[in-house]
């Protein structure tokens, strides 16, 4: 638990005997595991200030009992602990941060150098990618700079692992250290982790947090699948080849070789143009650090200590708020916390947030104060299957909100048991479960008129694509419900089957949304028309018309879907 340090700084005795001065109280949090130790700052008992000049009454608030001035300490104490833990290291959150280390200062490059331990690679790709990153050093700058938040963290770990700090480089190769980088396979984050692989080492991928975003868990995963990689092949070389192009790819190319005859080492192998360059880039590279007055480029300095700490957050928070609390341009906040989906914090799925040492203080201090809501957002599970214009109507938010923030595309429904980002209210003020925090998903359909099957016999020249023109669909439609080829023709005699709008179940829906177009407009009518209305009619002034609703026409709609 926290510890809540209470001192009245110099001059406190003087406001108590003569109204001189201020009476302040300083808070100071502590971890107990870390010894880290945040000062939040010296704040004014219920905001009062005791000067020469204040009234007398402020005199008598100087003066109260240390009892009641215990019992308000204890009171703040409580409001902030229920947001906020102690910031540590997220890597040792066991060590106490000694920011007072001459090492800090030191250029972590050196560090990186000294690691280094690949196997040496000279060959005419090593030196066309040398020339590559030469060529580009506003490139090679943007890299660096982009790295100076995250590779702190990537080579402590790597050196804990006791693997060649080369390996701190990849990202550069994957992603350009862009934690945002997403490939058009779909590989995201600097270590550009595919879907399926990320779901294998254990990075959530959920409506609201992608881990494969996340710098700490995607760098502790990447490094996972590399030393199993190496264990496989025994060679850093391959290793690296299988994590781009895959192990079992790899494997086949080693096996082909071995059969033929041929060495099986990197070098060697035949490989897609992608992998054979991978290797060559990652040693051009790493030359480039070794020597980067070589290549005429200038390295961008990056201090040899963590560069952000992490706080435990206990309440659900939207992100602009937590990057307002801690001073930080929306941008930094997600540039640190890249693995968010939303624009709010879910406490029960993402327990921490990553911001750097004095902002961390700041955000401590800010958070322990400020009053209002810490989140305008939260999760509503769709109770059936329905348009994202009823939906918008059902939680108070227009229908091009909820599009937008939920990134709902035009012309499609959203499954029942989707989860949707919506505007707390009263009934829904809690913070969203950890089961729905973690397994939130949001399933859409095609927005389609209800269809019947017709089937008929086919006649003597009846093709694919002669019945898709005819009932004006695809070929390819026509083929997938008859199981055959876009480009077949049908046997004279044989069933065809496709499926042709429901033109019952179509004048119902058209009648369902005229009556609910009838009563919103019923609802928007001007006062003055009603009272015209209710002069002309004065026998049913007192009876509210209603306009008729084909309520049966809902319920066919409904199961026809």
């Known amino acids: 638990m926290d510890k809540l340090l209470q001192s009245a700084p110099p001059g406190a005795g003087n406001a108590l005997a003569g109204n001189e001065g201020k009476f302040l109280r300083s808070t100071v949090k502590q971890d107990p595991t870390s010894g880290l130790r945040v000062d939040i700052g010296a704040a004014t008992i219920n905001g009062a200030e005791a000067t020469a000049n204040t009234a007398p009454g402020t005199v008598e608030l100087a003066a109260k009992s240390s009892d009641t001035v215990a019992t308000i300490a204890a009171a703040d104490e409580q409001e902030g602990k229920e947001a906020f833990g102690a910031p540590t290291d997220p890597l040792r959150p066991e060590a106490a941060l000694d920011l007072t280390d001459i090492t800090a200062n030191q250029d972590l490059w050196g560090r990186v150098r000294k690691g280094f331990g690949l196997p040496p690679l000279e060959s005419q790709l090593v030196l066309d990618h040398e020339r590559w990153y030469t060529s580009r050093p506003e490139y090679v700058q943007r890299m660096t700079e982009r790295a100076s938040r995250y590779l702190f963290h990537v080579v402590d770990e790597i050196e804990r692992r006791q693997m060649p700090t080369e390996l701190a480089l990849l990202p550069f190769i994957e992603s350009a250290f862009n934690p945002q980088a997403l490939s058009s396979a779909r590989a995201s984050g600097i270590w550009q982790f595919m879907p399926a692989t990320g779901k294998d080492f254990e990075l959530k991928q959920n409506l609201f947090r992608d881990d494969r975003r996340d710098v700490l868990a995607s760098t502790r995963a990447a490094l996972d699948y590399l030393q199993r990689l190496n264990k496989q092949f025994g ?40 992998t054979r360059n991978y290797v060559p880039k990652l040693h051009a590279v790493k030359n480039i650090i070794w020597h980067p007055e070589t290549f005429g480029l200038t ?25 307002r609390l801690a001073g930080l341009p929306l941008d930094e906040f997600k540039a640190l916390n890249p693995s968010l989906n939303k624009p709010v914090i879910l406490a029960a799925g993402t327990p921490q947030v990553l911001l750097p040492y004095d902002n961390a203080s700041l955000f401590v201090h800010n958070l322990s104060t400020h009053k209002g809501p810490l989140a305008s ?25 909820l599009r937008d923030i939920n990134h709902i595309p035009p012309k499609m429904l959203v499954k029942a048991g989707s989860a949707l980002l919506v505007p707390r209210s009263v009934q829904r003020e809690q913070d969203v479960s950890e089961a729905l925090a973690d397994n939130a998903m949001m399933a859409l359909a095609p927005d389609l008129p209800p269809m019947r099957r017709m089937s008929f016999k086919a006649g003597k020249r009846d093709t694919v694509a002669g019945i898709a023109k005819r009932y004006r669909t695809s070929p390819q439609q026509v083929a997938q419900w008859n199981r055959t080829s876009a480009s077949a023709t049908f046997s004279r005699g044989q069933t065809i089957v496709v499926f042709v709008p429901n033109k019952a179940a179509v004048r119902n829906v058209a009648s369902a949304r005229r009556s609910a177009n009838a009563v919103v407009t019923a609802k928007n009518r001007a006062p003055t028309r009603v009272l015209a209305s209710a002069a002309r009619t004065p026998a049913r002034n007192n009876v509210k018309a209603k ?15």
């Open 299 to 323: 390295l961008t300095p990056i201090e040899n200590h963590p560069y952000f700490v992490s706080v435990p957050i206990q309440r659900d928070m939207d992100a602009p708020l937590a990057a």
């Open 377 to 401: 957002w939260t999760a509503w599970v769709v109770p059936r299957t329905m348009r994202p214009a009823d939906a918008a109507r059902q939680v108070g938010m227009s229908e091009a909100n």
């Open 547 to 561: 306009p008729a609703v084909n309520r049966n026409a809902r319920v066919r709609v409904a199961s026809a879907r």
């Open 235 to 274: 060679d850093w070389h391959l290793a690296l080849a299988a994590y781009n192009w895959g192990e079992g790819n790899v494997q086949k190319a080693i096996n082909r070789n071995a059969r033929m005859g041929l060495p099986t080492d990197y070098a060697s192998l035949n490989m897609p143009p992608e």
